[in-house]
């Protein structure tokens, strides 16, 4: 089984900043693509950010410039650095990874509990 938590959310201020953390944790051969989603209140989940082992990353345009995924794969764990906060980031931030598990080495698409972030003065 494989868990993953995140830390980091909270109330911060409009331009002010927050580094969002995820941890893997279980049983883990590896983790390929490892991803930070959000959901606001009253609207679908959708993707933030994304960064694959070998450390490519993508970003949807609404956080391009102002968010910067990166990941230690010695920790099995992804970091989402967020500067320049709006209003309109609000929402509850998942993290989400495509995990390669023993004894099948198949893989697995795990997802965090999630963990808040409020962007208000």
């Known amino acids: 089984q494989v868990q993953l938590v995140e830390s980091g959310g909270g109330l911060v201020q409009p331009e002010g900043s927050l580094r969002l953390s995820c941890a893997a944790s279980g049983s883990i051969f590896s983790i390929n693509v490892m991803g930070w989603y959000r959901q606001a209140p009253g609207k679908q989940r959708e993707l933030v950010a994304a960064?694959?082992?070998?450390?490519?990353?993508h970003y949807e345009g609404y956080v391009k410039g102002r968010f910067t995924i990166s990941r230690d794969n010695a920790k099995n764990t992804v970091y989402l650095q967020m500067n320049s906060l709006k209003p309109e980031d609000t929402a509850v931030y998942y993290c989400n990874a495509d995990v390669r598990t023993p004894p099948d080495y198949r893989i697995l698409e795990v997802w965090g509990r999630g963990t808040l972030v409020t962007v208000s003065s």
């Open positions: 960064i694959t082992g070998g450390g490519s990353t």
